[in-house]
DNA sequence: ATGGTGGCCCGGCCA
């Protein structure tokens, strides 16, 4: 299986080369963020001509989160069920393939003395216990998406640029690590143990070719799948233009092979 | 860089 995970800031603006991408890379589950359409506008047939079927949960011109599948997509669940869904669309879960598959949009924070950023360490925190509460961490569970947490310096390109900034922060990484410690790995790390690989860089003064970038879009895996994971790159050819003209999200798509 | 770009949708917010 070819899972994906990638924050494609915005479907209506990504949809051309979103298509062209998943016809191109022979993806099985691909997990979505930043769609920021509502439910009603999403553009369900064109993903089911190409054989994907596609749960979405969004409300409009910010969030929304999307899980595309061609090995079913069974039991959606959107946001965690409880109404307490506030700061937006931005968790979706499906059962594909056997996996429970969940896309995630943590909220960005902006910075440490924000109200957003105290936002961000609870909804990291009340992510765990939606996975306490509904999954086994026995079983088949993949929880992708844009977590905008750099889990380690080495995950972006200078640390000390971003001494005293969001996504690298100490409360930030606990509380990701709160998410690991229930049961996951962030199997990326496995295969790029020396880090220096990136699946964002910012739109502005050329930072994708500059190399300054940090790795915020994640892929955790339970124990079952990490023993069946065959290998996690990512795609940076996807943040150029694509070769049909498409302009390329600022983030890349990180792609996953279990057997 | 109090900057820069890009997406929402057309003034200002969000990343």
Request: proline share 4%; net charge negative; aromatic share 10%.
């Amino acid at each position: 299986m070819k899972l994906v995970t990638w924050n494609i800031n915005s479907l209506s603006a990504r949809l051309p080369l979103v298509l062209e991408w998943l016809e191109a890379n022979d993806a099985d589950v691909l997990c979505m963020q930043e769609t920021k359409l509502a439910d009603s506008a999403f553009p369900y047939d064109a993903f089911k001509a190409l054989g994907y079927e596609v749960a979405h949960y969004g409300d409009g011109r910010w969030n929304g989160v999307a899980i595309v599948s061609r090995l079913g997509l069974d039991d959606p669940a959107r946001g965690f069920g409880t109404g307490e869904d506030a700061h937006g669309c931005r968790l979706i879960a499906a059962t594909c393939g056997g996996l429970r598959v969940h896309s995630v949009y943590v909220p960005n924070g902006r910075s440490l003395d924000n109200e957003f950023y105290e936002i961000k360490l609870a909804w990291l925190a009340r992510l765990r216990t939606y996975l306490e509460e509904t999954c086994d961490r026995g079983g088949d569970v993949a929880v992708c998406g844009d977590f905008n947490v750099a889990p380690r310096d080495v995950d972006v390109w200078d640390p000390a640029h971003f001494v005293g900034a969001t996504h690298v922060s100490e409360p930030e990484r606990a509380a990701l690590g709160g998410i690991l410690d229930w049961g996951l790995s962030d199997v990326f790390t496995r295969y790029h143990p020396d880090g220096g690989v990136f699946s964002w860089w910012d739109y502005r003064a050329g930072d994708f070719h500059q190399g300054r970038g940090m790795r915020i879009d994640l892929v955790l895996l339970t124990a079952s799948l990490v023993e069946r994971c065959r290998s996690a790159i990512v795609d940076r050819n996807a943040r150029k233009k694509s070769p049909a003209g498409h302009k390329p999200s600022d983030h890349a798509p990180v792609v996953v092979d279990i057997d």
